[in-house]
T-cell receptor, first 113, second 114 residues
């Protein structure tokens, strides 16, 4: 069965620190990969997505992620976090032509001012 | 251009009552997905519907849960005889197609069973 694993459940950083959130998935075929962010009390918003092409994808708010097929990974990065990045981050995979997304457990990021 | 609308935002039900959660997809979207987020867990897929059809219900509990997406009106997730374990946030997402497109999420309905 497909699954998604996020390595860190809770991350605390100071402003201007660099961020990397790990995401690994298990599925041998074609996948679409997503990172969503959920700010407190709000709905999930798409940060970035990978469908094909350049494995380094850039998203909104300075986030980027790199798809490494050999490692089944899609790690999220940001060079310098801000207090406003405090939120929960979810990695998700869509396998094959199914419409449904398989989500990781989420990572809560707390940025201290 | 309204996004995915879910209502109510918060719903409190006593054990044994029925809960009805509504989801209006974005304009032009005919694919709807329901997800459940239990405390301290990620979102779990429940069901995928197109207009008047259930495409994939592999994540739905076998009993008490049902979903529909009629030709007219919102998609409904119905939970009969709710129990405390049903307390969760229920999110709806919609997309224009099932292929290489992204899904847009609503703000969710937080169900509390007392």
């Amino acid at each position: 069965a497909q699954s998604v694993s996020q390595h860190n459940h809770h991350v605390i950083l100071s402003e201007a620190a660099s961020l990397e959130l790990g995401c690994n998935y298990s599925y041998g075929g074609t996948v679409n990969l997503f990172w969503y962010v959920q700010y407190p009390g709000q709905h999930l918003q798409l940060l970035l997505k990978y469908f094909s092409g350049d494995p380094l994808v850039k998203g909104i708010k300075g986030f980027e992620a790199e798809f490494i097929k050999s490692k089944f990974s899609f790690n999220l990065r940001k060079p310098s976090v801000q207090w406003s990045d405090t939120a929960e981050y979810f990695c998700a995979v869509r396998a094959g032509n199914t419409g449904k997304l398989i989500f990781g457990q989420g990572t809560t990021l707390q940025v201290k001012p | 251009n309204a996004g995915v609308m879910q209502n109510p935002r918060h719903l409190v039900r006593r054990r044994g009552q029925e809960a009805r959660l509504r989801c209006s997809p974005m304009k032009g979207h005919s694919h709807v997905y329901w997800y459940r987020q239990l405390p301290e867990e990620g979102l779990k897929f429940m069901v995928y519907l197109q207009k008047e059809n259930i495409i994939d219900e592999s994540g739905m509990p076998k009993e008490r849960f049902s979903a529909e997406f009629p030709k007219e009106g919102p998609s409904i997730l119905r939970i009969q005889q709710v129990v405390r374990g049903d307390s969760a946030a229920y999110f709806c997402a919609s997309s224009p197609a099932a292929g290489i497109t992204e899904a847009f999420f609503g703000q969710g309905t937080r169900l509390t069973v007392v």
